[in-house]
């Protein structure tokens, strides 16, 4: 069996032209599949009986399973998506009670090689890399089970988005086109990979972009984040800079509160020199436990503090809403597990 969400609009006119059909079938296909999100042929009202019978024949529209599903009290919907090779990833739907926004957090590998230590992606190893259509299938699975529409997509599941670069670019680009999501509605969120941020820049249309700093001081993220061996604080700094520049966008950085190691006051000082020269926000994530684990919560106040301290220095901060965190769709959490 096809499966339709593979094609692009060209390869799809060239699929219904050889079942010998005209070709702005394949424009109703499309409307069908990414602006109504139907998940069965029969729904597709403006298609007639013959086709809609040959093509439940050879093709479906995804060929993606939901494995898993569970919703979190606060609404929060986590989905475990089974891939044609029997690989799964997760991707979750969150909403804010006082947003009209819909976002979906996507997964862009299957695994990760990145061995962030607090995360639980990471203790899985790294699989495989995502098909731009298997991201798409995601934010598709989501609509179709939920009929809403997604407002926002970020690339903060499973993986690291920026070593599937050509993947995601590509799936950014489709996001954008057929599923009218504008390009500041769709962020990046990386570890910190140099290179790939300023090759960003060079996109036709180049997505917002979340940073996993997490730590201000060199030795200390060295312990939890390997990456900063090869793309240290500096290296990271000077593509920030790039990006903002060639952009004029600001950046985000995400900062997980592990108690006692980055939510100390010294650490938000380090903090507050690094950032000194960048536009960026600051989003403060409090530690989430992945079972058995050598980091603690912050508490409360430690929290607070840490806020305060940024904030009398002028820096724009906010500490994320824990969505999720009784199914395992908070920040780090997300690991395939079934
Ligand atoms: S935090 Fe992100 S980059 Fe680090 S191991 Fe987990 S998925 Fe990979």
New binding site residues.
Partial sequence: MDALVKFSLDELEKYVENMGEKKFRAKQLFSWIYSKSVSNFDLMSDINKDFREKLKNCAVILDTKIKKKQVSSDGTIKYLIEFSDGNCAECVLMRFDNRSNLSACVSSQVG?Y???DF?A??KRGFVRNLEPYEILSQILTIQQDTGLKITNVVFMG???PLNNYDNVCEAIERINKYLNIGIRRITIS??GIAPKIKQLCEMELVPTLAI?LHCADSNTRRQI?P?ENKYNLDELKKSLIYYCDKTGKRVTLEYVLIGGLTDTKEMAQKLCDYINDLKCNINLIPYNPIGVDKYKKPTKKDIMIFKYLLESQGKKVTVRLERGADIDAAC?QLAGKI
Avoid: D, I, R
């Fill in positions: 990760c990145m061995g962030c995360c992606t990471a499973q993986g690291e990386t570890c996993s984040m990456v780090g």
